[in-house]
């Protein structure tokens, strides 16, 4: 099985390392512990075991199978059902530069003493979390709630470097509009697709840290007593929780922001390409009205030339039986026709605008 790696933990203190997930729920029920399951790309299989072993929601467990869901927060009875897309940034040519932004998917079960995760990304690394937990055997003493609020902590600190990138992306972008560079319509393309699953990531995000705080005032107010609300650590993880929901909020509102200037930029570039092409249908309306005037002059002095060249020709035959060949005023007439005809020619040519 995909299980990475499988505990309980008594008083915030990690106690055993079962072998099974059966042993993991009879440890936990006998010790009254909390068992902490985490499963990375496992099967169909695999995620139905652990269902029936914690007694999860079939609406859930085929949620879980199916994946690909948006981030968002279930309840199902005392059971928690969680969604979330944490980010990773690839550098494919190592150049150290960020080339492209993976979204994965986390889900988590938070029950009363128990916490199913399973993760379908790289990112965030739980098995650091959990180290770091393990430390602060007073934070694990809080319940499940607390290993689910490290994981958001976790999967929204994601979103840092990926905000970092998309600043710089956009700035490149903006750069390349106003340059003209033929590459900017793809890099705005680009950037909007990753913009778009920054949104799709964080906005559920803030609904559910809200839902999450509201649920848990709630619990500390009517369940656990003014002693436990008041207690240090309690009031600690709310002031976490809050504080992960504010870099959610903040990357949240960035995300409308570059989606929004996203829009502005593309809208800027399809005014230039208008312009641009606007500009070039100028030219070459001006090339093919210069071309038309000129067919236009060649055709009106062609046509002027046409009729002393036609009586010329008649006249050059050279045969013996032709009008006017001994006419004494024939020669004078033939060169006064065609002076005529030519002015005639050019004065109705250079009236309607051809010359």
């Known amino acids: 099985m995909s299980i990475m790696d499988n505990a309980v933990y008594v008083d915030g203190k990690r106690t055993a390392n079962p072998a099974s997930l059966e042993e993991t729920c009879e440890i936990t029920r006998e010790r009254h512990g909390i068992a902490w399951v985490d499963l990375s790309w496992p099967t169909p299989a695999e995620i139905e075991a652990v269902a029936e072993e914690f007694s999860l929601h079939p609406l859930a467990v085929e949620d879980a199978i199916h994946a690909h869901q948006r981030p968002k927060i279930e309840h199902y009875d005392d059971v928690l059902f969680v969604v979330l897309h944490p980010a990773r940034s690839v550098d494919e040519d190592g150049d150290g530069h960020i080339d492209r932004v993976e979204f ?3 889900h988590a079960w938070v029950g009363p003493d128990f916490v199913v995760t399973i993760r379908r990304s790289v990112t965030p690394d739980l098995a650091a979390m959990r180290a770091g937990l393990e430390q602060d055997p007073d934070l694990l003493r809080l319940g499940p709630i607390a290993i689910l609020a490290a994981l958001l902590d976790q999967v929204v600190d994601t979103y840092r470097p990926v905000v970092t990138r998309l600043r710089r992306d956009i700035d490149q ?3 390349q509009l106003f340059s003209r560079d033929p590459e900017v319509s793809f890099r705005i393309y680009e950037a909007t697709r990753e913009v778009i699953g920054l949104q799709r990531a964080t906005s559920p995000l803030v609904d559910i840290l809200r839902e999450l705080l509201d649920g848990e005032s709630e ?15 309690y009031v600690e993880l709310h002031r976490n929780l809050r504080n992960v929901l504010d870099h959610a909020i903040k990357h949240a509102e960035t995300s409308d922001t570059f989606r929004s200037l996203l829009t502005n930029t593309l809208n800027v570039h399809s005014t230039l390409v208008t312009q641009e092409q606007n500009e070039e249908s100028r030219r070459l309306t001006e090339i093919s009205m210069n071309q ?5 002059k060649i055709s009106a002095w062609a046509a002027i030339l046409f009729a002393p060249s036609l009586i010329g020709t008649i006249y050059g035959m050279n045969f013996e039986h032709m009008p006017e060949l001994t006419w004494t005023f024939g ?13 005639i020619f050019y004065w109705i040519f250079k009236r309607v605008g051809w010359l």
Do not use: W
């Open 104 to 106: 994965g998917e986390v």
């Open 173 to 175: 972008v903006e750069d």
């Open 219 to 233: 619990t500390g107010e009517s369940e656990t007593g003014s002693d436990v609300a008041q207690d240090h650590r």
């Open 292 to 296: 038309d005037e000129q067919v236009k």
């Open 331 to 343: 020669y004078p007439l033939a060169l006064a026709t065609m002076v005529g005809l030519g002015g």
